[in-house]
Structure formats: structure tokens, C-alpha cells
């Protein structure tokens, strides 16, 4: 074993918290032997009281639980959908998973929560879990990955971010929308001797999983494209590709541009013009022409969406720089009234 890298045990779980399209897409292509959901505690009630699960004491003691009021006692069971291709056809696979019964046993946890539910999802299990068991964080966007870490400094957190596309056009039904490319790396201290092999895990699922020492470069990166994508998808109701021909996109993308090159320099010291951004932004639309995003799909099904963490970010940091930020301000009221 290379010095400084830490692996963890490979008999231990892969645990999953948060059962939307990307937890699930996940689950399902990890080994099946190895991965399980945990179920959302908070909103179980009192039941870590209740039932026989401790916090990690001084003794090391982790308890595990039979069965947790409200917990689905079968197995989450649904259908995973790989895309048709030319060649492939659609190859359909059903996948049969069971929410875990023991904290005691993780090694390593991936939060796939909304981003607004993640420090609440967390606080409720990681007094369960083992302090040097790595977290990775594949929220949308940015400041929930910051609100975590600010939590618990000394833990290893990891921040994923990810182009795979997964939908469920029904609730027991994943579809695999897009291949695409997944980059991890380390956003706390005790996180980078952990990264490679977090990475191998991952890469067990057969997608293109990369180290990235750099995440929240490319997290930003991200947020770009969020941020010029998501909301317009949700204010006009269509998908990505159509959102360059709506006049409410043509009148505002400059200026909303001309924020976020101001707002990524001061962040994070790039240099890139709006233009640059612009095209960077029409790109993704385009290769992602018949897309829903998850901020339309959050409002077509009544769910609260993550506009705070994208447009609402930028906001906030145009705030602490002194950079005016009119157009990010109006995607966000007009997305919250919606
Ligand atoms: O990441 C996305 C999202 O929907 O959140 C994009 C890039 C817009 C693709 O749909």
C-alpha cells in the first residue's frame, strides 16, 4: 500500500443516503453485494431514541436496529434503464436493494440528497457512523458542501461532481440518460489520503470516475452552467436545448454572464470573459438538448428546488465581494414564486 493512502476495509458497505436518480443510479451499479440505502432518519420520528442504535461511545460501540419504524421492510426494488443506443438496444435491469440495518459496518457513505436536505440527512447519521469513514457529497451547486465541512472539520468530506445524466420518469423507474464523467476530491484536510481510494470504489460501477484535487475549481465549474441553465428551464417550462430561443434568455444571459465572470474571479482567481461563458453554457444546453434539468423536474413534481445553491449562491457571494448580482437576484425570486 502507497504511504499515505488509506483504504478501508473492502468487506465494509457502501452506504447511500438520499434514493433520488443519482443515489439510485449508483446503487445500482456498484457491486449489489456491498451497497444499501440508508433511510432518511428525521423524517422516521424519534426512532434512533426508540429503537437499539447508539452514537458511537467511548467503548466503540456502533449498535444496529431491526427494523426502524417506517422503514420499507422489503427491499427498495426498481427498474434501471440504460438509454437506447444504435448498437445497444435498451437494456433494462431490475434492481433489488435493501435499506441497511447497521451503521456498524460502513466504510464509506455517498450523500445523494437535495442539496437543502444534506446537513439535516448528515446530522441525523454520522453520530452513527465511524469518524474516519469518508463521505462523499454529490450535491448540485455550492455552500451545502461548506455548511458541511464547517460542521465537522475532522472528518474525511469529500465533494463529487458529475455529469452522468439519471432521471425516474417514474418513481420505480431509473433511466440512465447520459454517460458522462465523475471527478472526486478532497474538501477537508484529513479527506486527501482517502481520495484515491474512494475513487477505485467508485470506479467499480463501471462509469468514469476521476481524482480531482482540485474539486471546488470544478465545482464552480459546474455551478456555471447550472446557473445559466436551470432556472431558465424552470421559468419557461422546456427543456435545456430550448431555452436559447426564449426571449427572457436572450435578454438577460449577458448580463447574467458579465456576474458570474466577476463573481468567479473573485472566488476563485479565473479569468474567464462572459463570452467565453456564455458559449460554455449554450454548449451544455445544446448537448443536452432534450434534458428536463433537476431544477424544472423539482417544480413540475412540487418539490422545493435548489435554487439557493445555485443562482442564491452567486447572490451571497456577490454580497460578501461587493459585486452586484441583479440578474442572478431576479432568476431566484422568480424561481421561489413559481
Ligand atoms: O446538471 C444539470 C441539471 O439538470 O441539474 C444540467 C447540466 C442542466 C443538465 O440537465
Redesign the pocket.
Known amino acids: 500500500m502507497t504511504a499515505g493512502v488509506k483504504r478501508f476495509g473492502d468487506g465494509g458497505q457502501i452506504a447511500i443516503l438520499g434514493a433520488g436518480s443519482m443515489g439510485r443510479l449508483w446503487a445500482a451499479l456498484l457491486p449489489s453485494s456491498r451497497c444499501g440505502f440508508l433511510p432518511r432518519l428525521d423524517s422516521l420520528g424519534q426512532t434512533a431514541e426508540r429503537s437499539n442504535i447508539a452514537p458511537e461511545d467511548g467503548t466503540g460501540h456502533r449498535g444496529s436496529f431491526s427494523r426502524l419504524e417506517g422503514t420499507p421492510e422489503t427491499r427498495c426494488e426498481y427498474v434501471l434503464v440504460i438509454s437506447a443506443s444504435p448498437d445497444t438496444g435498451v437494456a433494462r435491469t431490475l434492481v433489488n436493494l435493501p435499506w441497511l440495518c447497521s451503521a456498524a459496518d460502513i466504510s464509506l457513505l455517498l450523500v445523494t440528497t437535495k442539496a437543502g436536505d444534506t446537513l439535516s440527512a448528515l446530522e441525523s447519521w454520522l453520530p452513527y457512523i465511524a469518524k474516519d469513514t469518508p463521505v462523499v457529497l454529490f450535491q448540485?451547486g455550492l455552500g451545502s458542501q461548506q455548511a458541511v465541512t464547517e460542521r465537522w472539520p475532522g472528518r474525511p468530506i469529500l465533494a463529487a461532481s458529475t455529469?452522468e445524466?439519471a432521471n425516474r420518469p417514474e418513481p420505480d423507474v431509473l433511466v440512465h440518460a447520459g454517460a458522462g464523467d465523475t471527478w472526486v476530491g478532497p474538501l477537508t484536510d484529513s479527506a486527501y489520503d482517502y481520495t484515491e481510494s474512494v475513487v477505485q470504489q467508485l470506479a467499480q460501477s463501471g462509469l468514469q470516475v476521476h481524482t480531482e484535487n482540485s474539486i471546488v475549481q470544478r465545482l464552480w465549474q459546474?455551478l456555471v452552467?447550472?446557473a445559466g441553465?436551470?432556472a431558465f428551464?424552470a421559468l419557461l417550462d422546456c427543456p435545456?436545448g430550448a431555452i436559447v430561443d426564449a426571449p427572457l434568455y436572450r435578454q438577460t444571459i449577458d448580463g447574467l454572464c458579465t456576474e458570474i465572470a466577476a463573481l468567479l474571479q473573485a472566488n476563485t482567481g479565473e479569468r474567464t470573459a462572459p463570452q467565453a461563458l456564455r458559449k460554455r453554457i449554450e454548449a451544455?444546453?445544446k448537448s443536452?438538448t432534450n434534458?428536463?434539468?433537476?431544477?424544472?423536474?423539482d417544480v413540475n413534481a412540487g418539490r422545493k428546488t435548489e435554487i439557493d445553491f445555485i443562482n442564491g449562491y452567486l447572490v451571497q457571494c456577490g454580497q460578501r465581494h461587493g459585486i452586484a448580482t441583479p440578474v442572478n437576484q431576479m432568476l431566484v425570486q422568480r424561481v421561489q414564486a413559481l
Open positions: 448540485n455529469t445524466g459546474k452552467v447550472n441553465i436551470n428551464t435545456n451544455v444546453a443536452t434534458n428536463t434539468s433537476s431544477m424544472r423536474a
